[in-house]
């Protein structure tokens, strides 16, 4: 599946005593890759289309590891996932990939394996193999830092993209953390480990927003503060960005009695300025979104 963005990304301290950079994943279950992978006796790994070499490289890793070393075959990617904006459309491609090749194997991989092939055929992932499973997630090392033992809370979410075009991530800098931002992850940490085992909305809200205050400082979204007001004024539990991306998401507890209602004006008014990508979607919440909510990418 896809994702948008993250609701706490930052450094954080490991078992050893050593900072890592982690993050936790927004997942976005509306949009997929589907990867079906073809075996052939000779060739490599090649993919339809041709530019999903992320993944074929996914798939030649996934192979090694299972002791297929010189296996070769083709992957046909189909995704809905829009590229460049921080839905993780690459990451999605390379676990779909993983997940293909295993299953034409007869194996099964656990997520831990999962993601950790997918960080070494990126460099970089998330923890979209983990699902609606809450984790911290070391996304250049590709293992979980902490399991805050269960899932999100339940949201909906009114994701869109805060500029038209896309980012390149692999061209930006590392964020680079002050004493004060390190110190306030700590904090956000232990909160959403409370926020996750109370299935509290507002208080991963504030988490989620406290991340993204900080997200501007270094890589700034445009016009975060109106956004932030706005959000406000529908009485939503906070905000969240991709913060190596372009994605704003407002946060509402999807228990409250007329959610979707209030949600989908917020994003009727968001879509009547011009603003692109403005979706809602649903995240660990019981029922479904009615199709008349959903808005086209």
């Known amino acids: ?21 982690g993050l936790v994943t927004l997942p976005m279950p509306d949009w997929q890759s589907l990867v079906t992978f073809w075996p052939k006796g000779e060739g490599g790994i090649g993919s339809r289309p041709t530019n999903r070499t992320k993944a ?8 090694a590891y299972l002791g297929y070393d010189d ?53 970089a992932s998330d923890a979209i193999a983990y699902g609606d499973q ?23 979410v009114v994701g869109f993209q805060t500029q038209g075009s896309a980012i390149n991530t692999l061209d930006l800098p590392r ?17 959403t480990y409370r926020a996750v085992r109370l299935q509290d909305p507002k208080l991963m809200g504030q988490v989620a927003s406290a991340s993204a205050r900080i997200n501007q400082h270094h890589l700034a979204k445009s016009k975060f503060t109106a956004f932030v007001t706005l959000a406000e004024d529908y009485d939503a539990c906070g905000v969240q ?29 968001i879509k009547a300025v011009g603003v692109q990508g403005v979706r809602l979607f649903s995240v660990n919440a019981d029922g479904s979104l009615a199709e008349d909510y959903r808005n086209e990418r």
């Not at 074929?56 to 192979?63: E, G, S, V």
């Not at 984790?135 to 999100?152: Q, T, Y």
């Not at 964020?175 to 909160?191: N, Q, V």
């Not at 407002?250 to 959610?259: I, P």
């Open 1 to 21: 599946m896809a994702h948008h963005g993250e609701l706490l990304q930052g450094v954080f301290e490991g078992e050893e005593g050593r900072l890592h950079r």
């Open 56 to 63: 074929a490289r996914a798939a030649a890793l996934a192979l």
């Open 71 to 123: 296996a070769s075959g083709d992957l046909t990617v189909e995704s809905d996932i829009p590229v460049g904006h921080g839905y993780g459309s690459s990451t999605a491609d390379v676990i779909a990939a993983i997940r293909a090749v295993a299953a034409a194997t007869g194996a099964t991989l656990r997520r831990s394996t999962v993601s950790r092939l997918a960080t070494e055929a990126e460099g």
């Open 134 to 156: 809450a984790v911290l997630f070391s996304h250049r090392e590709g293992r979980i830092l902490e399991h805050f033992g269960g899932e999100f809370p339940p949201f909906i």
């Open 175 to 191: 964020a680079r953390y002050d004493p004060r931002e390190i110190e306030l992850f700590r904090t956000l940490r232990g909160l």
């Open 241 to 269: 960005v991709a913060h190596s991306g372009s994605l704003l998401g407002v946060l509402f507890d999807a228990n409250e009695r007329g959610v979707v209602t209030r949600a989908a004006a917020l994003a009727g008014k």
